[in-house]
């Protein structure tokens, strides 16, 4: 079945361990995404990447890295974790940055201890 | 820069009801909008967007959206609600006439939809 899937579904981090999120897409979608849904804030851009090979910076892009080595995957890599970084991740691609509808996947629960 | 609001966390509606799910938006340009919905547990499902034509914009599930230009408005609405439509609810705008590489959608903070039956 097509569409976006997600590993870890939920973890428990002690802070300061490296965490990567992993996401992947088998739409050949051209954009990808990453948000994070914190109550109340409702989803922040973290990073995005328009097309394989190129990746930019959200709205709160500190403490996270990013990398799009092809059109599938986009892995979220959190250096060293701090307890602010605990929230709900999604991944969501398009298959063009501009007015396509964006597909998510069905998130990574993360609490950083 | 690009916002959108939702004015109401929470709207309650009774099963068979219509209902309406609010939306205002401020952009420099015209604007894409859309909606989405989240289930418990669950991402974020498409359910329908402006980009331009006819105001008025049918979605999934027997939803549509107005387009209100003077109001800047996207309000969701269905006539006769289920309570299956029980989910949280986020209007997003993007801004065309935002350049560089990114084209940023803001999302506002969602609306809590409960059908009571």
Not at chain 1, 26 to 52: C, E, F, K, P, V
Request: net charge positive.
């Amino acid at each position: 079945i097509a569409g976006i899937t997600q590993a870890p579904t939920s973890q428990i981090l002690a802070a300061g361990r490296r965490m990567t999120l992993r996401c992947t897409q088998d739409m050949r979608h051209n954009a990808m995404y990453w948000y994070r849904q914190d109550l109340g804030l409702g989803l922040r851009l973290i990073h995005y990447s328009n097309t394989a090979g190129t990746t930019g910076k959200g709205e709160v892009p500190d403490g996270y890295s990013v990398s799009r080595a092809n059109t599938d995957d986009f892995p979220l890599t959190l250096a060293s974790a701090v307890p602010s970084q605990t929230s709900v991740y999604f991944c969501a691609s398009s298959l063009e940055p501009a007015t396509d509808t964006q597909y998510f996947g069905p998130g990574t629960r993360l609490t950083v201890l | 820069a690009q916002s959108v609001a939702q004015p109401e966390d929470q709207v309650n509606v009774a099963e068979g009801n219509p209902l309406t799910v609010k939306c205002t938006y401020s952009v420099s340009g015209n604007p894409y909008l859309f909606w989405y919905v989240q289930y418990p547990n669950r991402g974020l499902q498409f359910l329908l967007k402006y980009i331009t034509g006819d105001n008025l914009v049918k979605g999934s599930y027997g939803f549509e959206a107005e387009f209100n230009k003077s109001q800047t408005s996207f309000h969701l609405k269905k006539p006769s609600a289920l309570v299956s439509d029980s989910a949280l609810y986020f209007c997003a705008v993007r801004d065309p006439m935002n350049s560089g590489g990114y084209q940023k959608v803001t999302f506002g903070t969602g609306t809590k939809l409960q059908v009571i039956p």
